[in-house]
């Protein structure tokens, strides 16, 4: 803890303004404790509202911003999310994964495309925001490689501390480096809050309808199947997630699911009876993801 303090102090000591991105997981909870409980500084919080978030988050949010004392701000995506899929790719199957089925399934009938989806819908919402506030640095929690392979291997190159140029704005992530069980400790020895969907059997505080991991044993279709049965059916029939999802499972064109989906008896009746088959963008799902 003591390095990710030095990382805040010197951050700070470059910078008049700044902000905290805050999704309301575990990784932002302990650096919102960090900053407040153990360095003078106080940057608001930003967090961006996708439109997907659990229902519980925004009360959430308003929770840990009160019991610290801290200044809350929604930033908000410029475009619904279903018109971000449309345009640049469904969020499935995690950033480099489905930039590589990309290439072998152009004529597919639909795109997947994971980076698109988070540099439009929360990174770059909360990036503008955090400027309009008059900030020039951004602390965020994220933790490199224990956090998640690309990152890793971007986090060799770059230190704790990085001016964007595209963004015009320094990203600040004094958590580098730690891994599951720092951030584990830390939180049971702070007692610190907890987003009610962990009891629910959540694995993440993201977005509802993320498809980036769903692949493997611990996929999000499935959690959110079970602890929000209405918002599941919504994804799966209501959008037609249940479509792509089978295209990718299956390793068929959109043209073929449909006429196969139909002679089921059309996507509604397949939720009612087989909502499994939605679980998993790959079968059988895949072993040893574990974030
Ligand atoms: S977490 Fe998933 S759904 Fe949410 S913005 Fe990122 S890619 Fe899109």
Not at 120 to 143: C, D, E, H
Not at 190 to 196: E, S, Y
Not at 264 to 277: Q, T, Y
Request: a positive charge.
């Amino acid at each position: 803890m003591k390095q990710s303090i030095e990382i805040i102090n010197e951050a700070c000591a470059r910078h008049r303004n700044s902000v905290i991105a805050f999704s309301g997981g575990s990784d932002s909870i302990v650096l919102v404790d960090i900053i407040y409980r153990h360095t003078p500084h106080r940057p608001p919080l930003v967090f961006v509202d996708s439109g997907m978030e659990h229902p519980a988050t925004q009360d959430f949010i308003n929770k840990v911003a009160l019991a610290y004392s801290a200044e809350v701000n929604i930033a908000r995506p410029a475009k619904p999310y279903a018109d971000q899929w449309a345009a640049q790719g469904w969020p499935m199957l995690g950033k480099l994964a489905a930039r590589q089925w990309m290439q072998k399934h152009k004529g597919f009938g639909y795109k997947l495309d994971v980076s698109s989806c988070c540099r439009n819908m929360k990174i770059s919402p909360g990036r503008k925001l955090t400027k309009q506030l008059g900030a020039t640095l951004q602390f965020t929690g994220q933790r490199g490689e224990a956090d998640d392979a690309l990152r890793g291997l971007r986090a060799l190159k770059d230190t704790a501390t990085k001016y964007l140029e595209a963004d015009k704005l320094t990203v600040c992530n004094p958590l580098q480096g730690w891994t599951d069980t720092m951030i584990n400790r830390y939180k049971t020895e702070n007692k610190l809050p907890r987003h009610p969907s962990w009891e629910e059997g959540a694995i993440t505080i993201g977005c509802l309808y993320c498809g980036g991991g769903a692949q493997y044993t611990n996929s999000g279709f499935k959690i959110l199947r079970h602890i929000l049965p209405d918002k599941w059916r919504e994804y799966i029939v209501g959008m037609k997630a249940g479509e792509i999802i089978l295209s990718v499972k299956h390793n068929r064109p959109l043209d073929h699911i449909r006429e196969a989906v139909e002679k089921l008896g059309g996507l509604d009746e397949l939720a009612n009876s087989r909502p499994w088959i939605f679980d998993y963008l790959s079968y059988p799902p895949l072993k040893g993801y574990t974030k």
